[in-house]
């Protein structure tokens, strides 16, 4: 699976994030501690986007 971090200029990729398709169903998965640094280190690029882009 291929997730696209997109910046703030439109369709613009800053960085793809290769993850593996997940085995276990969503409830369980969700819970897997790669998952959860993994949406971690997005929910960070992010907010730091909008930081930079004056958004808040």
């Known amino acids: 699976m291929l ?3 997109f910046s703030t200029a439109p369709g613009t ?3 793809e ?3 593996p ?3 276990d169903p969503a ?3 969700q819970a897997q501690p790669e ?3 993994r949406v971690r280190y997005i929910r960070e690029k992010v907010a ?3 930081e930079a882009a004056g958004i808040k």
Do not use: G, W
Request: charged content about 20%; hydrophobic content about 50%; overall charge neutral.
């Open 21 to 23: 398709r997940p085995a």
């Open 13 to 15: 990729i800053i960085e």
């Open 17 to 19: 994030i290769h993850s």
């Open 35 to 37: 998952f959860v640094q």
């Open 48 to 50: 730091k986007m909008e």
């Open 3 to 5: 997730i696209s971090l």
């Open 27 to 29: 409830v369980l998965s």
